[in-house]
Every structure is written in structure tokens, then in C-alpha cells.
């Protein structure tokens, strides 16, 4: 789990990082105001897939759920933003929606085995 919450550290930090990057473009450019909205919207995504990144790394079997919602959340969010501003930032959409989903299946992965291993 430390490993994952150091990747999802780091996307969150890049995805925060070009969501600052772009919102300085939009404003000095007089972008629309969902524009705005959505780069809020994936702002505040981005900053919550840092923070559970950091609890992976704190408290890597406490922060399970928060990480859970978190990368449900992310989904949600980018697949949004592909659907209405397809053009916004490619590899950032796709690193918002794939990274996720492969979040999602490492937790459910490890879920798998420890609900397995305490069967045993």
C-alpha cells in the first residue's frame, strides 16, 4: 500500500499542479465560467487524491476507505470533465481516469486477500 499511496501522491500533485497551471491560462484568456468550475472541481479531486496518497503512506490500512472514495471520486470527476471539455489537457484526463481505476482494483485486490487470509 505505501507504494500506491506514493503514486497517488504524486499524480494528485501533478494534477493539482496543471489544474494551477491551466486555471492561469483560463485567466488571463476570459475562459467561460464552467471552464472554471470544472478546473475548481478537479482541483479539489486532485487535492484529495494527494491527502489519501499521504495516509496510504501514514496509515496504509486506515486510510483504505478514504482512498476508496477518493479514487471513486477522481473518476467520477475527470470522466466528467472528458465528457464536457474533451480538449482540456489529454494526458491529464487520462492520467485522472486510468489512474484510478487501477487504484480501485490494487484495493479491492488486497481486500481480496486479506478477507481470504483471515478465513484461514
Known amino acids: 500500500m505505501r507504494i500506491l499511496g506514493g503514486c497517488a501522491a504524486l499524480v ?24 472554471a468550475a470544472l478546473a475548481g472541481l478537479v482541483g479539489v479531486v486532485s487535492t484529495l487524491l494527494f491527502a489519501s496518497g499521504i495516509a496510504l503512506l501514514v496509515r496504509p490500512r486506515g486510510a483504505i476507505g478514504f482512498a476508496r472514495g477518493t479514487a471513486l471520486a477522481a473518476l467520477v470527476a475527470f470522466a466528467l470533465l472528458a465528457a464536457v471539455r474533451p480538449g482540456f489537457s489529454m494526458a491529464s484526463m487520462l492520467l485522472g481516469i486510468i489512474f484510478p481505476i487501477v487504484m480501485l482494483g490494487v484495493i479491492a485486490r488486497r481486500g481480496a486477500r486479506g478477507a481470504a487470509a483471515a478465513a484461514r
Open 12 to 35: 494528485g500533485g501533478l494534477e493539482l499542479l496543471n489544474v494551477i497551471i491551466a486555471s492561469g491560462a483560463v485567466g488571463r484568456g476570459g475562459g467561460s465560467g464552467t471552464g
